[in-house]
């Protein structure tokens, strides 16, 4: 049976300086995936778009700045736990999004309750989960090519 936390959370899109809009997303926590958040953004007028990084990410984010490449998360006030600002880039596209402290914590605390942190290797199919992406990997790379 596969167990996971749920959550929706409202955050703000913030297109420019003067423009943002607050849109719903999911978060989505699995324990046979221990490792990972999934974040299910619903923009208006287009496809949901689902991002997955690591949880230590999202946790650690909270309070300093965190991430390299594709997820950048950082508090938007490192003097208060208000809110949080998180940036994912692919190529030069960027978009930005900040969101309340408060649901992001809470929900981080119901995923350590389904595998608390530190314990995701004994409690998830972390090999599984590798060979499978590789396996997705190598065959992308063999219809490419």
């Given at each position: 049976?596969?167990?996971?936390?749920?959550?929706?959370?409202?955050?703000?899109?913030?297109?420019?300086?003067?423009?943002?809009?607050?849109?719903?997303v999911e978060?989505?926590?699995?324990?046979?995936?221990?490792?990972?958040?999934?974040?299910?953004?619903?923009?208006?007028?287009?496809?949901?778009?689902?991002?997955?990084?690591?949880?230590?990410?999202?946790?650690?984010?909270?309070?300093?700045?965190?991430?390299?490449?594709?997820?950048?998360?950082?508090?938007?006030?490192?003097?208060?736990?208000?809110?949080?600002?998180?940036?994912?880039?692919?190529?030069?596209?960027?978009a930005l999004?900040?969101?309340?402290?408060?649901?992001?914590?809470?929900?981080?605390?119901?995923?350590?309750?389904?595998?608390?942190?530190?314990?995701?290797?004994?409690?998830?199919?972390?090999?599984?989960?590798?060979?499978?992406?590789?396996?997705?990997?190598?065959a992308e790379?063999?219809?490419?090519?």
């Amino acid at each position: 049976m596969m167990r996971e936390v749920l959550a929706e959370v409202m955050m703000s899109f913030l297109v420019s300086e003067e423009l943002s809009f607050r849109i719903p997303v999911e978060l989505t926590y699995r324990g046979d995936d221990p490792y990972a958040v999934h974040m299910t953004f619903h923009l208006p007028g287009d496809e949901p778009v689902t991002w997955t990084f690591g949880r230590e990410l999202l946790l650690d984010g909270i309070n300093t700045p965190t991430g390299e490449g594709d997820v950048h998360i950082a508090p938007s006030c490192p003097e208060e736990l208000r809110g949080v600002h998180i940036r994912l880039q692919v190529g030069g596209e960027r978009a930005l999004f900040r969101a309340g402290a408060g649901p992001l914590v809470a929900f981080l605390d119901r995923t350590d309750k389904l595998v608390p942190l530190g314990q995701e290797r004994a409690l998830g199919d972390f090999d599984g989960h590798l060979d499978e992406a590789l396996g997705r990997i190598l065959a992308e790379e063999q219809n490419a090519g």
